[in-house]
């Protein structure tokens, strides 16, 4: 991965002195944008300039060892899950796993229960011993129907009712978004199932592993590659018209690419505040939520429980959603869906540019997804060359 400077940029591509082009500007070296170059640079033999303003590679699942030499992940907890076969076999190029199955509790009524919400939360709740037969009459009895489930708030409801939405979700759902739940796509709160079993992992994905070295040392094999030279600390802006390239892919807010002409697209943000303590747990487990509107954070994170490492410190991270600072999610909701669909229309009038990832096609996308979109798009032009190529043979011949 040889790591260049913007006047080496400007020279061109660094596998090959006498060429002053790149055939690629991939902006964001997170998922979407490694991704992607790895595939054109190995499976095309093309040239790629990779370029981050973050100092660093794999975007938001970067990970590093903090001053105290714990493991930790600096934009929070990065769990890697899937029901993809062709996506595990795709990184397992760059990384070898450790099954980590991840489970989440949440601090309610004094208690730490599990959530997604089964059997154990609501016996420790209410004080009960049902068998998931009981459970199923429990939550029907309280569950009050929504005929047309449109809102964050509607799928909750409707399942579980307003008690448990109001202890689980409310609170935690108008910290995270800024918004209440009835305001929010049904997709949101969709994510998180009710079980009435003891099943208390997070995830129900067949896959569910972690990269054995950390995520920044899978990027760093994923982009070892001569064709791939790669800027850090450089926005887009300062290369655009510096640096020679035939195409462009922008895995940043594609509402930023256009100097939000339309409008900004809302993207909510977080703060995130790391410590490392003198104890070797500080936990039960990776992550603890906390519900509470009194409560100011989100959630906690443990790191060692999602790594594995053994150190006598550990180190955590609180989160503190907030509108302003850099953008991590984009919000689902319908009126945020009509202003991307315009910034979209404008995308596919601007020739030689692709917007991928979570940033550049405002999509609320786990990991394994944005993987599964960049393989996609590389699929595409690898199947636009295959036909220039044949064409080309039939003119010749
Ligand atoms: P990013 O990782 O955001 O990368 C985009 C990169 O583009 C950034 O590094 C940015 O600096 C760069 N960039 C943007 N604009 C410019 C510019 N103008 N010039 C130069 N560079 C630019 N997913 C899971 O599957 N499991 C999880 O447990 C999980 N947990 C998460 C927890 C948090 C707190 C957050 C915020 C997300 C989580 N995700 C999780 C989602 C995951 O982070 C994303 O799916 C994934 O990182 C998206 O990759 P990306 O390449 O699209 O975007
Ligand atoms: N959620 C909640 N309470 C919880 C966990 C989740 O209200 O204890 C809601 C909240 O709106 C959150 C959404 O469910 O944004 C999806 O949760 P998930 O953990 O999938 O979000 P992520 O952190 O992965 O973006």
Request: charged share 25%; net charge negative.
């Amino acid at each position: 991965m040889p790591t260049i400077s913007l006047e080496a940029a400007k020279s061109g591509p660094s596998c090959q002195p006498e060429c002053t082009t790149y055939d690629y500007l991939i902006v964001g070296a997170g998922f979407a944008g490694s991704v992607i170059a790895e595939r054109l640079a190995e499976g095309l033999g093309r040239r790629v300039l990779l370029i981050d303003r973050r100092p660093h590679i794999a975007g938001n699942a970067y990970d590093h060892f903090d001053a105290a030499g714990v493991l930790v992940h600096r934009y929070g907890p990065h769990i890697f899950h899937t029901n993809a076969q062709r996506i595990v076999d795709y990184l397992s190029r760059f990384t070898e796993w450790r099954p980590y199955e991840h489970r989440v509790l949440a601090q309610v009524d004094d208690k730490l229960v599990p959530i997604p919400i089964n059997l154990t939360t609501l016996n420790t709740l209410y004080g009960l011993s049902m068998s998931p037969e009981e459970a199923e009459v429990f939550l029907a009895e309280r569950a009050e129907p929504v005929a047309t489930i449109r809102t964050s708030e509607d799928v909750v409801i409707n399942q579980i009712g307003r008690e448990l939405y109001e202890k689980f979700f409310r609170g935690y759902t108008r910290k995270q978004w800024g918004l209440d739940p009835s305001a929010l796509d049904k997709s949101v709160t969709s994510r998180i199932p009710t079980r009435t079993s003891e099943d208390d992992r997070y995830f129900g994905d067949t896959f569910q592993i972690m990269p054995r070295d950390g995520y920044t040392q899978m990027f760093e094999r994923m982009l070892d590659h001569p064709n791939i030279d790669v800027l850090l600390g450089t926005d887009f802006k300062a290369v655009r018209d510096e640096v020679k390239y035939e195409h462009l892919i922008y895995c940043g807010p594609i509402d930023e690419y256009f100097d939000f002409q339309l409008g900004r697209l809302p993207y909510r943000s977080l703060r995130f505040e790391h410590q490392t303590l003198e104890q070797e747990h500080y936990q039960p487990v990776a992550v603890v939520n906390y519900p509470h509107p009194d409560v100011p954070y989100t959630r906690i994170t443990e790191y060692k429980h999602l790594t594995g490492q053994t150190h006598p410190c550990t180190s955590i991270t609180y989160e503190f959603p907030c509108d302003d600072g850099d953008p991590y999610y984009p919000v689902p909701r319908a009126e945020n869906a009509e202003l991307y669909k315009r910034y979209r229309a404008l995308a596919e009038q601007t020739p030689n540019v692709t917007f991928l990832g979570r940033l550049g096609t405002y999509k609320y996308y786990n990991m394994d997804q944005v993987v599964g979109q960049a393989l996609a798009l590389y699929r595409d032009i690898q199947a636009a060359n295959a036909e220039v190529a044949a064409e080309t043979e039939i003119d010749a011949s």
